[in-house]
């Protein structure tokens, strides 16, 4: 069995998941989204004056033995919100792993609604390093560079809200997390944990992504999104009505009655069945799970967020520039 370091992972509403790190010396610690659709870490400072700081847990430098003050002013922008503040450095610790010392983002600025209401403190980004700050090596890269995982790969098992047991592993893949065998997939740019999508369809006709697509697989992005033309298209062929908040109601009927969509990569099927992509709150509405990426990231990508993922058990393999998929456990 191969090494392997697992960091268990908290769900918040089927929304995000996140886990514990610390970091300073002595530690101090924050809740962290773990998220392939980014790349660097940061959390909130003392000298953070956003609304959004004054309810999450702040890293104060003065307190940490071991910090070291970079300097470099940062500015972070997400699907969702945004980050300003500066470049630092100090041991970072994750459950499992050795400590390691981590340039690292102290926020000043967060703003927006978004990380209001949020229950995590900040982000720790898993995708590559070209997407990351310049200059700056990312904590996996930091981990493996250094020998500090027996392989150069990580990968996420995601339950639903009622189940206990979200984790991401690093270092090793954990056969018991998965059903069956992995199926791999190539990364085809190194920016993004992107890769190439050959159809979406649905009894057995094609709704979206007729001619193959462009698809990033995002542990940090909740739904399925995707160009604004064919989301609509299958808005329209599952019923989904636009609601004035925006957000596309069902009829909770429908989680009984529609089929499975099929998502097909590298010659292999991965059904999404309704109770998937059709979300009942506990106000007792159904929403849809499928969303027009937001404006400010590459139109024409897909991103297969929480939705996908909770279905299926995901390896992250840096060593070999690829993917795997397998239903989970």
């Known amino acids: 069995m191969m090494e392997v370091s697992y960091e268990p992972l908290r769900n918040y509403l089927d929304l995000a998941y996140m886990g514990t790190i610390s970091i300073g010396t002595p530690p101090q610690e924050f809740k962290v989204i773990f998220d392939t659709g980014s790349t660097d870490l940061w959390v909130p400072s003392i000298y953070c004056y956003s609304p959004a700081c004054a309810h999450h847990n702040v890293f104060n430098p003065l307190r940490s033995s071991t910090f070291q003050f970079l300097g470099q002013p940062l500015s972070l922008s997400y699907g969702t919100g945004s980050m300003k503040g500066f470049l630092a450095s100090d041991t970072v610790k994750v459950t499992g792993l050795p400590e390691v010392v981590q340039e690292f983002g102290l926020s000043i600025q967060e703003p927006g609604q978004f990380m209001d209401s949020v229950p995590f403190d900040g982000i720790l980004g898993l995708a590559y390093p070209t997407l990351g700050i310049r200059g700056t090596t990312p904590f996996f890269d930091n981990l493996w560079k250094q020998g500090l995982v027996s392989q150069g ?177």
């Open 153 to 329: 790969l990580f990968a996420f098992y995601l339950t639903n809200e009622e189940k206990k047991g979200s984790v991401v592993m690093f270092g090793g893949v954990d056969p018991a997390y998965y059903k069956g065998e992995l199926n791999w997939v190539p990364v085809t740019r190194p920016f993004f944990w992107q890769f190439t999508v050959s159809s979406i369809s649905l009894n057995g006709a094609v709704i979206g992504c007729d001619s193959g697509c462009h698809a990033i697989l995002d542990t940090g992005t909740s739904l399925v999104t995707g160009p604004p033309e064919p989301i609509f298209n299958i808005q329209r062929i599952i019923n989904a009505r636009q609601s004035y908040g925006g957000e596309y109601i069902m009829d909770c009927e429908a989680i009984n009655t529609l089929p499975d969509i099929i998502i097909t990569i590298n010659g292999v099927d991965y059904p999404l069945p309704a109770s998937a992509y059709i979300r009942q709150e506990r106000t007792g509405i159904c929403y849809s799970n499928f969303l027009a990426t937001p404006g400010n990231l590459a139109q024409e990508i897909w991103i297969l967020g929480d939705v996908f993922l909770r279905l299926y058990f995901s390896v992250f393999d840096r060593e070999n520039n690829r993917i795997g998929l397998a239903p989970a456990a």
